[in-house]
Each structure stands twice: as C-alpha cells, then as structure tokens.
Nanobody, 124 residues
Framework: QVRLVESGGGSVEAGGSLRLSCAAS????????MGWFRQAPGKEREAVAN????????NYADSVQGRFTISRDNAKNRVFLQMNNLTPNDTAIYYC?????????????????WGQGTPVTVSS
C-alpha cells in the first residue's frame, strides 16, 4: 500500500510563505502525476496544483497561479508545494495525492492515493 506523508504546514500571517513536502513510500516515477488538493472548513475539496512526474508539466488552480509552485524530486520520492504571498483564503487542510490517470487533473476521483493532510492557517 502506497503511503503519502505531508509535512510543512503551519500558521503564518498574510503575505508569508510556507513550503509543503510530500514523501511517498513508493517510487514517485511510478505515478503519472502527483499533486495537492485542499479543503477549507465548510467547503468542498479543491485542486491546487499537480505535476506530471516524467516530464514535469504542471497545472495550477487560478486562485494560486503565480503564488504557488509545485516541484518534484523523483530521486527522493518527494513532491513539494512552495506557497508564497499567502492569504486567509488559503487556510485549509492540504492533501498530497498521487495517481496514474493523466486526464482531468482537477478531479479528485482521478487520484488513487491520498495523504492524511497537513493544516495551513493564514491570519490577516
């Protein structure tokens, strides 16, 4: 069973930065793509970003484009999410995901493996 373990969440003030890390128990090169979803209190889970593990192509939600950067290190089986210029609207539980479906990156049903999540709180 593949395990994904997130780290790096925490509390910051608006305008601050955080770097999330996701460690996979399997070789990340075995996945077609990995990414990050988030879920804020009272809201549905939403896609944040994803990356195709072989070529490095990335996708971002409009709400984070230009502020967040997803990257990978296949040698260390890790995926990262650098989050800059954070706002209170970014407050959520952030989940690392991995899957083998290359289509519809924003659809949570396309990802077979999920981490337990790491909380991010941004205060104004």
């Amino acid at each position: 069973q593949v395990r994904l373990v997130e780290s790096g969440g925490g509390s910051v003030e608006a305008g601050g930065s955080l770097r999330l890390s996701c460690a996979a128990s399997d070789h990340t090169a075995n996945f077609v793509c990995m990414g990050w979803f988030r879920q804020a209190p009272g809201k549905e889970r939403e896609a944040v970003a994803n990356i195709y593990m072989s070529v490095g192509f990335t996708n971002y939600a409009d709400s984070v484009q230009g502020r967040f950067t997803i990257s990978r290190d296949n040698a260390k089986n890790r995926v990262f999410l650098q989050m800059n210029n954070l706002t209170p609207n970014d407050t959520a539980i952030y989940y690392c995901v991995a899957g083998t479906d290359q289509y519809n990156w924003y659809d949570p049903r396309k990802y077979k493996f999920w981490g337990q999540g790491t909380p991010v709180t941004v205060s104004s």
